[in-house]
């Protein structure tokens, strides 16, 4: 095995938790190295449905040590609300195998507050949909050089004064510019007090982990938040998370050499979603986007919000390969296609009276491309059950074989459900 680096190729929710989850039988840790609870990656075992904010999707596997890197902002409430969560169903959630690094900024109550306040103030088009969890604001403060890491929860002092200074001027924000009570830096410190006292046992260095883990010949499996087009400088800018969310961030955000990423799998769902605000050229606005969104329980795993659904588009997974390199494709959700009778694929956009492929990189300018389709014909079978490349209808291993020879990357893994066991390899 080697070291793999899993990332969402399109606006997230891609199916990374489910891949994640598979791979991490091989792996000897996993690490979740950008973003925070706005991810929401679904693991279903045996029927059973459990959803991961924060902790990487290696948990569920008895052993693995599971890594929160320096690039992730940590809400220490949603945190332990999630290790509670886990426990109760009698996973193992011990520092033993569960360590968060210090550099790991923290995300407090005044982040989230001016997350909503924020997204309250812009008007129609102008809204970003951010989840409201604070991601934002806290990644401002890291850049800012006021933000609060995991590794000052130890220590009460500068907990303290930091946490006045961060206040002294948000509070100018919330009482000037938001019109929001203003907020007692006291009281959050208080309050913060005894879940510093739990988190502190989770504290640690990350990068000697990751050393460690491969020292003993093991692998290391790197867990990506949010899409390649949800990129801090990469995606549809200004509708995009706060972070940076291509391979390359895995290495930076986890503490460890770039040389040590080798296979890098792009997670791809069979269609495109994209949840919030933002420019999609592909979005379906009729019965087929309705058929999809239905089909693919396309509800966040977040928020609840229901996700735009459309058709596959290739400038968006021509631009992921060339940011990402990956050396190939998981296909998920390619069972939610099955029963419609025509299958479309966007291969290039119409931009300012010429054909590109791909995205403009002026602001906002997915917004005013037209899509270039190819038509492929689709299938009626449930594929749900297909363990093989070989199982599938012959039309189902075109449309995969198109996404190959358009993406100029081969497809290693193929997913037809939800489950840990509806995978298979291209074969
Ligand atoms: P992530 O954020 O990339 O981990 O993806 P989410 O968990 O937010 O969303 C993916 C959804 O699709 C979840 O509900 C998964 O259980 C589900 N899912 C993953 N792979 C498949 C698949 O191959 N077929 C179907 N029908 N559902 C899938
Ligand atoms: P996973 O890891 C889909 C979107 C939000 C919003 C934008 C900015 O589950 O794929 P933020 O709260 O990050 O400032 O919101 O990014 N967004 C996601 N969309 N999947 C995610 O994560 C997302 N995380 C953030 O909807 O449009
Ligand atoms: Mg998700």
Redesign the pocket.
Known sequence: MSNIVVF?SQ????G??KIVDMLAQESAAIVRFQ??N????TLVVAGEKCILHLIPSGILHPGKVCLIGNGVVLDPEVFLHEIDKLAAKGVDVSPARLMISKKTHVILSYHRAL?VAREALRSGGTK??????G??PCYEDKMHRCGIRAGDLANPELLREKIARALEEKNVLFKGLYGCEVMDAEQIYRELLPIAERIRPYLGDVSSAIQAATAGGGTVLFE????TH?DIDHGTYP?????TTVSGNAASGSGCSPRMLERIIAIVKAYTT?????PFPTELFDATGDYLQEKGGEF????G?K?RCGWLDMVVLRESARLNGPTELAVTKLDVLSGLKELKICVAYEYQGQTVQYPPQEENGMAFVTPVYETLPGWEEDITACTSFADLPENARKYLVRMEQLSGVPIGLVSVGPDRAQTFGRG
């Not at 990506?224 to 899409?227: E, H």
């Not at 966040?300 to 928020?303: M, Q």
């Open positions: 969402g606006w997230g929710d891609e990374k938790g973003g925070g706005n991810a929401g990656h997350d970003i949909g951010t989840t409201g969890r991601i934002g990506g938040a949010q899409g949800l509708f995009v998370t706060s972070s994209r949840v919030g605000g933002g966040g795993a977040t928020t919000r996700r």
